[in-house]
DNA sequence: TCGCTTT
């Protein structure tokens, strides 16, 4: 790294806003000419501007410091498109009342019988219709939820239904709450103050132990003022639950999935009261590795009736087959184009030719103003804590690494820094790729490549969260190139650019096979030497 | 397809 990238470093060269609002104001945004026209009707078409979650992108603190004199090998200069969609969010961020949305987003629905959705949280108020406590409402508006999201508008609805949903809305768009609300109402009283037949009710699922937690939290904010028994699952927890009086008081557990094996199969908890199944990350949880463990839970709930919604931000196709056969009539729902990136995030890719200059470029970026907390993304524990301890050894401020591989507490240390803004650079693999709601991240880096198209859409997705704007550098070298067009694909779908060339590689597919078969390409300093390899490829 | 996550 320059000498001069290593002085402005060491003197710290970021200034971090610690007064930034962690807390987002929804605006109040009625569209009158669309009022009472709320129905499924419209399931296909353009969703009215109450209904879209971009109206409440109102939060324009902190706007981000240009980028422009950023000299990474590779790095593309900003394009007339970036510039345009810096002017959208200025215009969108401004607006409170009745300006149009820049980008519109559409809600399909799939299904039969889909129930309306509903047009405001005030429209839940009609207990008869509804029955959602009323508690919850106070709760939602201390919690700062003024009007739904596009897709707390159709979920809420169907879940008080009772019907089976699967539900793919993009990252940062609420999707936590579209499921807590209408739990609540389904739950409608909290066990410890009914007669109702005990035992657990509610399971929400969930793939790593921060985002347990974090949905815990959410859970406890809807649930203040009554006595709702609220389970963050873990070993302590489950020792409490060992006996049956405790268990029978617990109306909703949080959990991941091994833990709640366990406890099934050390006979420390029973399913036999569940009536509610949630998949949050769906498609990550019936990945091979956690699907067992899915079927063994939902085995374990042997009413003759439970309801199960799956959510997630990306569902490829294998995973929606195994979804939709778990369900019985299920309502499908999509907000916005699936397996997309949010339009608020900006994407680049920014060309680092190996592994080992990817340390000097990520040392150039950090030397240009940004907005910390920077979370930055590698493909191993290994590299995350190498990565860091290089970072701290640099002499970079407030480095902080969190992977699976540390402790319970190390981990929870490590979110907690993050929540209160101690973190400016957080080095980190996939455990942190979903779910996570860091409202502060404003830029996130793969210093390692994705490997797949549904890895990159959330991490880059843990910025650009209920409405802010974001950014997403991606480094690439030329072992990414297997990878590289599907990534751009992304990318170009989402309106930026990336380089020409990258858009003529060969299909990815054969370069998968090249790289099955082992064929080393030269030390290739410009990438654009790969576009001439084609013929090479095609004889094999 | 990898290593990631999961008592």
Redo the contacts with the bound molecule.
Sequence with gaps: MSYEAFQLLSRGGVTFDKSKPEAVLFSKHKDTKHNGKISPKLQTGEIPLELDFFKYAQNNQGKRKKDNSDSSPGKRRKTDRDEDDEEDIEVLAHETESRKPATSHKIAAKGANIPPFIESFGALQNYEKYAVPHHIFSNLKSSGYLEPTGVQTACIPIILKDRDLVAISPTGTGKTLAYLLPLFAKLNTPAASSELPAGVRALVVV????LAHQIHNECLKLAQGRKWKIVL???AS?NALSHKAARDKVDIII?????L??ALQEGNLEFTNVQHIVLDEADRML????MN?IQEIVGACNRSRVQKAFFSATLPAGAEKLAMDMLEDPIRIVVGLKDTPLPLIAQSLTYVADDPSKLPSLLTYLAQPYNPPVLIFT??????TSLAEELVLIGISNVDCL???LSHKE?EDAVSRMRRGESWVMIT???MARGMDFKGVREVINYDFP??VQ?YVHRIGRTGRAGREGKAVTFFTDEDAP?LKMIANVILQSGFTVPEWITKLPKPSKM?RRQ?GKIKRPDAVNPARSIGRRDAIKQR
């Design positions: 793939p790593t132990r921060e699952f873990s070993k489950a959990s991941t999935p091994l833990r094996v366990a990945d091979a590795e956690f463990q493909s191993t524990q290994t590299r995350a992977h699976a591989g981990r693999t996939e455990v490997m797949t890895s990878y998968k099955m």
